[in-house]
């Protein structure tokens, strides 16, 4: 075992971004000692780039009458196992919706500066599957806000940040996790952590496939660190399809356009200038007779909520995702193979004012004025609902000692997440879990760690290190990449999933001889190595129970599979955990959801 640099901590959280700083404050206000490891810059987390806004139903909008919308707690909840398409925990739900409000309060008393209404309230935005104006929002830079303000919070608080350290072992004694194994990405350096509780705060996974709105970060690997420690992962299959990434210019393909265009009144057409979501077919059963069914209407909804029902432009993005991908598919797309966005009808001023990211994001990378022009968009993998299966009270993942909150957990969105619900996701559960892992940690002593389990993590690591004429990480990663959008995105089968899978063992199998030369320092290659791995193992589990769901539901749309199977798989999740090295994927009944709850589907 190489000798390396050694931190002890009642907690470690790994992950900056808002789920793990809100455990931070959570655990320093129960007194714990507490170290967080990010694998880049703190603040450069993907929260930083949510631009829509934090779902929670404050019930802050005036309707047209002059009263105010009548939202509350119990409509977000409808409406988010409405939008999970039932497959959600409707523990975690419950929770959610109650707490999301809050935590939204909370964050002002923070410090965070929300766009307001003319009455001085948080102002709300609509967005997809949600009945009201439930997102607030700092224009399209809530993500930035959130963020500066739960940073100054916890820094505040108190906490050791061990910046570019990306770890690669969770470190266990007798089953329980005690700590991690990390390196300095800039030296290549080892670090260990001990810990009575580990956090895992690491965000989804998006890099496996060609288009996606993540960043270099989103590799997955902090689900596959609770995969390879023995943790369950549940609903592995839902990945989200954001409806509208960016498709033109190339180097620009997945880029995300905030669904806050099309709740600021932004139109979707096809090449022949069709309003497409107007037609029957993109329509779903659960939703008829909720949305505008005429032009006039959609555009009346515009400046009066009250009388008019909301253009389908904004129902929940597996839907919008589905009729982009279908327009297409049957010739009516632009010329670079999407559809046209708008909402230049607004006017430049109002634009400016609401959308301005996305006015500067047109402008700089594509040359387009979207005060005057369309934008082009197609569908761009996005967010994972699946991830660590965790404890609705206390986050707590199945192995003990360790917990998992924000965008790397699964259970609270079920097949399909609405917009502004993962922001306020990972305020309650992010405080939820430095909660869990407070009191988890009381009382209890560090523990040893193992030398095998360090010797034989930084050995793994090591071993591409030098070599020559081994895998280039970056040629299978495409390779990969390529597979998983032809065969695993938004329309799927049983053939094009075995491709997949088959693909994914070949490239496992190849990864096995990786090489990355030269030495340990600022080696981006070597670093690459280790995502890949991260990455296959992650595309292997969305691949298996992908073809394990047969039925369409939410994000998972099966052509040969159409119809949802409320009776069959509408009763269980699929869960996942690692059995003699392989992943082992099993049916788990979902929770029986109590009848007071049952009764809200009734009355909102
Ligand atoms: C462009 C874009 C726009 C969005 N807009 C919205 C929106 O308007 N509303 C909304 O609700 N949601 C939105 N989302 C989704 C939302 O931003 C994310 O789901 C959420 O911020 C995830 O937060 P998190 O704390 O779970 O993880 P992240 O913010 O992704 O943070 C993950 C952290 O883990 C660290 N990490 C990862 N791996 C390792 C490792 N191996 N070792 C050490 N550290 C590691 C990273 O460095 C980072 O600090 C958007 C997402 C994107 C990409």
């Known amino acids: ?38 694998k880049s810059l703190l603040g ?43 497959l959600n925990n409707w523990r975690m739900v419950e929770i959610f919706a109650h707490e999301a409000i809050d935590r939204v309060f909370e964050l002002e008393q923070y410090g965070a500066v929300f766009d307001r209404t003319p009455e001085g309230r948080i102002a709300q935005r609509p967005f997809g599957g949600h009945k009201y104006r439930r997102l607030n929002h700092v224009g399209d830079r809530t993500g930035l806000e959130l963020i500066r303000t739960v940073q100054d919070k916890a820094v505040g608080a108190g906490m050791d940040v061990h910046m570019e350290v990306t770890l690669v072992r969770l470190l266990t004694a007798g089953g329980v996790v005690v700590g991690a194994l990390g390196y300095h990405r800039e030296t290549g350096r080892f670090v260990t952590f001990r810990a009575k509780a580990v956090v895992l705060a690491t965000g989804g996974w998006g890099r496996m496939f060609r288009f996606t709105s993540n960043s270099w970060e989103g590799t997955g690997d902090g689900v596959t660190l609770a995969y390879e420690a023995g943790a369950e992962l549940i609903d592995m299959e839902m990945m989200q399809f ?181 922001l306020s996701d990972i305020l ?22 193992d030398p095998a389990q360090i010797a034989d993590g930084q050995e793994q690591m090591l071993k591409p290190l030098g070599k020559s004429g081994g895998e280039s990480p970056y040629a299978l990663h495409a390779e990969l990449q390529e597979t998983m959008q032809q065969n695993a995105m938004i329309a799927r089968e049983e053939a094009g999933l075995k491709i997949a ?38 595309s292997e589990i969305i691949v298996l129970c992908a073809l394990e769901r047969k039925e369409s539901r939410g994000a998972q749309w099966r052509i040969d599979f159409p119809e ?8 269980k999740n699929l869960v996942v955990h690692r059995r003699d090295g392989q992943p082992a994927v099993v049916e788990s009944p979902l929770p029986a959801m109590p009848e007071h709850l049952k009764a809200l589907f009734q009355e909102h």
């Not at 919008?320 to 230049?344: P, Q, T």
């Not at 559960?429 to 760690?449: C, I, V």
């Not at 949802?564 to 009763?571: E, F, S, V």
Request: glycine fraction near 14%.
């Open 428 to 449: 309650v559960f992010g405080r939820r879990a430095g909660d869990g892992a407070a009191a988890w940690a009381a009382g209890k002593s560090l523990a040893e760690l």
């Open 501 to 538: 899978l088959d693909k994914v063992r070949e490239l496992q199998k190849r990864a096995e001889g990786l090489a990355a030369p030269g030495g340990r320092e600022y080696n981006p290659g070597w670093h690459a190595t280790r995502d890949l791995v991260s990455m296959l193992t992650v």
């Open 1 to 38: 075992m190489e000798p390396c640099e050694a931190f002890d901590y009642d907690i470690l959280v790994v992950g900056a971004g808002g789920a793990g700083l809100r455990a931070v404050i959570a655990a320093r206000e129960a007194g714990c000692r507490v170290g967080v490891v990010c």
């Open 44 to 86: 450069k987390a993907h929260t930083v780039m949510a631009e829509g806004g934090v779902a929670a139903a404050l019930g802050n909008m005036v309707s047209s009458d002059g009263e105010l919308e009548p939202d509350g707690w119990e409509t977000h909840f409808v409406d988010t196992m409405k939008g999970g398409a039932f």
């Open 564 to 571: 949802r199977d409320d009776a069959g798989w509408g009763t």
């Open 242 to 422: 954001h409806p509208t990434g960016m498709i033109w210019p190339p180097g620009m393909r997945g880029i995300l356009v905030t669904e806050g265009v099309r709740g600021e009144g932004g139109i979707l057409r096809n090449s022949r200038g069709e309003r497409f979501m107007f037609k029957p077919e993109y329509m779903p059963e659960l939703y008829r007779g909720q949305f505008a069914e005429s032009e006039q209407e959609a555009a009346g909804w515009l400046d009066d909520k009250k009388r008019f029902r909301r253009p389908p432009e904004l129902l929940p993005r597996d839907v919008v995702s589905r009729a982009i991908y279908r327009e297409v598919k049957a010739g009516n797309g632009c010329e670079h193979g999407g559809v046209f966005l708008d909402v230049s009808q607004r006017g430049a001023e109002y634009i400016k004012a609401k959308l301005p990211s996305m006015y500067d994001q047109f402008h700089a990378l594509g040359d387009v004025d979207i005060t005057v022009e369309p934008m082009e968009v197609y569908p761009t993998v996005h967010y994972t609902m699946g991830g660590i299966r965790v404890d609705p009270e206390t986050a707590a993942a199945t192995v003990p000692g360790l917990f998992a909150a924000g965008e790397v957990a699964g259970g609270l969105h079920g097949a399909n997440r609405l917009g502004g619900n993962s």
